[in-house]
Structure formats: C-alpha cells, structure tokens
T-cell receptor
Framework: AQKITQTQPGMFVQEKEAVTLDCTYD???????LFWYKQPSSGEMIFLIY??????QNATEGRYSLNFQKARKSANLVISASQLGDSAMYFC???????????FGAGTRLAVHP | GAGVSQTPSNKVTEKGKYVELRCDPI?????LYWYRQSLGQGPEFLIY????????DSGLPNDRFFAVRPEGSVSTLKIQRTERGDSAVYLC?????????????FGSGTRLTVV
C-alpha cells in the first residue's frame, strides 16, 4: 500500500533560520514522484518542489530543497532563511507509476516567529 | 483560464439535500482530479478523469457521490442525500497529462457545510 507519513503536527522556527519538515513514504512502485505543497490559511494548495525517484540530485527550488534519502524512504523539505510568509500547512505527497493520483500526508503546520 | 476555478467557494446545505460542485480546469489540461479535505487532515483522493472518462473512481466513499466531465473540460461533483460527515473542503486539480509528470494545479476549493 502507498502511504505518506508526516510525524510533526506542528513546527516553530525563528525568522531567517532554516527548518526541516519530515516526510517518510511507503510504496511498492519502483518509479514514483514526491511532492511538497504549501497550504496557507486561504486554502489553496501551492506547489513547492518535486523529486523523481530516479533523479540523481536532490531537488532545489529557491529557498526550498528536498533531502531525498531513497534507502530510508524519506523526502524531507528544507526551508532556508524562513520568512513570516512561510507560516502555513505543508503537505508531502506521492504519486506512483501505477496510479495517477497524489497520496497526501496529514501535514505539518509551520509557524515562523519574528 | 489562468488557473483552476471552483464554484461556489462556499456552500451551506441542509442534511439530505443534493449539491453540485463545479470545477473549471486549466484550458488544455486533460487530467482532472477531485479531492476531499476534512478539517486538520490532508486531501484524500476521490476521482480522476482522463478526458471525459473516469479513469479511477476508487476514492468515492459511497454511491451518494458521483462526478461527470461530459466534454472533457468542466467537471461537476454531485453529492446526493448529503450528510453532516460530508462537510469538508472539496479540492479540484488538473494536469496537462495523465501521468502527473507535468505537475498538478489545484483550485481554491469549495467549502461544503452540511447542517
């Protein structure tokens, strides 16, 4: 079965510091993709970063990077230089080759303090 | 349009009533997905359309839920005999291709409240 686990219901970080949001996954598909989305209080799901299972390099997008450890089945999101606007819910999600849909974790609420 | 549009943004209905939720995907996106997000949880998959046909409806919770996409663009999620447990945010997403390699764009959702 495919499953995403986010073990941190809430995280706090000081502005300008880095923070890591944890994500572990389980899948039997040899090929899969991992996504991170941000959901502010307004409700829209904003795509942040994508990592393919066969990608050799860890994905990076501006202040976001994905620490992909395939053997450990983890895909942690690292946000560098946190900003107040980063306060939101963050969801890790997975898509496998055998299924055309995203499986989401329960999310982590990040609060950035000034 | 520029993004995925969902209407209405909010819907309050009485228990037992019928509701329709609409999703207008990005023009040219052949794949369309419906998700349900209950309070404090991640989105849960409901149904996936590739073109006009439902390619995967394994997430629909029961036969009160039904969705259509007759012309391969706009989709309507229909809920019959609504129950209080149906209260949630219903999210729609679209993708250029059905394999998800092009990424998914989400709408802002419809918040359904059943009283």
């Amino acid at each position: 079965a495919q499953k995403i686990t986010q073990t941190q219901p809430g995280m706090f970080v000081q502005e300008k510091e880095a923070v890591t949001l944890d994500c572990t996954y389980d899948t039997s598909d040899p090929s899969y993709g991992l996504f991170w989305y941000k959901q502010p209080s307004s409700g829209e799901m904003i795509f942040l970063i994508y990592q393919g299972s066969y990608d050799q390099q860890n994905a990076t997008e501006g202040r976001y990077s994905l620490n992909f450890q395939k053997a450990r089945k983890s895909a942690n999101l690292v946000i560098s230089a946190s900003q107040l606007g980063d306060s939101a819910m963050y969801f890790c999600a997975m898509r496998g080759r055998s299924y055309n849909k995203l499986i989401f974790g329960a999310g982590t609420r990040l609060a950035v303090h000034p | 349009g520029a993004g995925v549009s969902q209407t209405p943004s909010n819907k309050v209905t009485e228990k037992g009533k019928y509701v329709e939720l609409r999703c207008d995907p990005i023009s040219g996106h052949t794949a369309l997905y419906w998700y349900r997000q209950s309070l404090g949880q991640g989105p849960e998959f409901l149904i996936y359309f590739q073109g006009t046909g439902a390619a995967d409806d394994s997430g629909l919770p029961n036969d009160r839920f039904f969705a259509v996409r007759p012309e391969g663009s706009v989709s309507t999620l229909k809920i019959q005999r609504t129950e209080r447990g149906d209260s949630a945010v219903y999210l729609c997403a679209s993708s250029l291709g059905g394999d998800g390699n092009y990424g998914y764009t989400f709408g802002s959702g419809t918040r359904l409240t059943v009283v």
